[in-house]
């Protein structure tokens, strides 16, 4: 069994994008623009926006965080993501999810330009990747095909199964593993929670992805031998023995998965390092589209 090392591979990407900003600026020209949006101060949203953030400052990106109140109205809001849309010095931007209950996640997607939708949520870029043609990705699945192009994982003729359906990931994950592309050519089983038979699905599966928030959901009883596991999972679960109160879990038991299967993603340091390296990366293709 070998460790899919999202957080080497992500490092692998981002001191190339290093390289690919300083030149940029060689050139004479600006670095990337990433204006993230942060609406209250849920706790998980806090750490991921500021993983972000630390992200852009590393590989010399320019990153703006715009902080809003939670009871920030809906208009505010889409009135801040207006002036972003026709700021000419930024290039991405992202509003994290989940948002208050009062304010429409549709409305806020539906609002950024689709050229600067980073993390690939409007439906223009969706649409395109249905299509085929060149879009924004959404930042986990992308990060999952850029793991499995680096450890040069054959998905060609495999058997997939992607548990979850979710806009964000489980379906452009199943989309990217089906398209006619490098790291594509699966057949993909797109499992959701009215799925019978999942058992069975993952046990015929070359590949399992498992993105539906269940921790230690995949067992070892569900696993073929050699299987790849993408394990995109993380939930919080209560743990005393952390100084936060609370440890990250995936939704793969992984002391019982790991030793019958050939890859596995660690959770953490397998895909979350990962959606943080494509963002990255999307934000520089914006970039380079603006310039
Ligand atoms: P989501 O929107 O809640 O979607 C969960 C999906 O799982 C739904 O399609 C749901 O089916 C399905 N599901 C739930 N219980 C199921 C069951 N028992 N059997 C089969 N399918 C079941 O979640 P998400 O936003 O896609 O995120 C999924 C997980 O990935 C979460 O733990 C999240 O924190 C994590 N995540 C990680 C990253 C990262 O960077 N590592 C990024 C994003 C998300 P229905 O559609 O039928 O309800």
């Given at each position: ?32 623009h990433l204006a993230a949006i942060l609406v209250g ?8 926006v ?13 990153s703006t965080l715009i902080r809003m109140e939670?009871?920030v109205t809906e208009n505010k809001l889409l009135s801040v993501i207006g002036d972003l849309n026709t700021d000419p010095d930024v290039d991405g931007i992202l509003v994290q999810l989940p948002l208050p209950?009062h304010i429409s996640d549709e409305h806020v997607i539906m609002a950024i330009d689709p050229s600067k939708d980073v993390d690939g949520f409007h439906p223009v870029n ?10 924004f ?146 934000t520089?293709?914006a970039?380079?589209?603006n310039?």
């Amino acid at each position: 069994m070998q460790i899919l090392d999202g957080q080497l591979v992500s490092k692998t990407i981002k001191d190339s994008l290093k390289l690919d900003v300083a030149a940029l600026v060689v050139e004479g020209k600006r670095p990337p623009h990433l204006a993230a949006i942060l609406v209250g101060n849920n706790g998980a949203s806090e750490t991921y926006v500021g993983a972000k953030v630390k992200a852009c400052s590393e590989i010399g990106f320019k990153s703006t965080l715009i902080r809003m109140e939670d009871s920030v109205t809906e208009n505010k809001l889409l009135s801040v993501i207006g002036d972003l849309n026709t700021d000419p010095d930024v290039d991405g931007i992202l509003v994290q999810l989940p948002l208050p209950k009062h304010i429409s996640d549709e409305h806020v997607i539906m609002a950024i330009d689709p050229s600067k939708d980073v993390d690939g949520f409007h439906p223009v870029n969706a649409g395109k990747l249905v299509m085929g043609s060149p879009a924004f990705v959404s930042a986990t699945p992308h990060g999952i095909m850029l793991l499995l192009e680096h450890y040069k994982i054959e998905t060609k003729g495999k058997q997939a199964a992607v548990i979850g359906r979710s806009n964000i990931v489980g379906r452009p994950m199943s989309i990217l593993l089906s398209a006619n592309t490098n790291y594509g050519n699966s057949t993909v089983t797109l499992c959701h929670s009215h799925t019978h038979n999942l058992k069975e699905i993952c046990l015929r599966s070359d590949i399992i992805v498992a993105a539906l928030g269940r921790p230690g959901f995949v067992t070892g009883d569900m696993v073929k031998p050699g299987a790849v596991i993408i394990d995109v999972g993380i939930t919080r679960v209560p743990d005393a023995s952390k100084k936060s109160g609370f440890a990250l879990k995936g939704d793969v038991d992984f002391p019982a998965v790991s030793p019958k299967c050939s890859y596995i993603t660690p959770v953490p340091g397998g895909v979350g390092p990962m959606t943080i390296a494509a963002l990255m990366k999307n934000t520089f293709t914006a970039c380079q589209n603006n310039l």
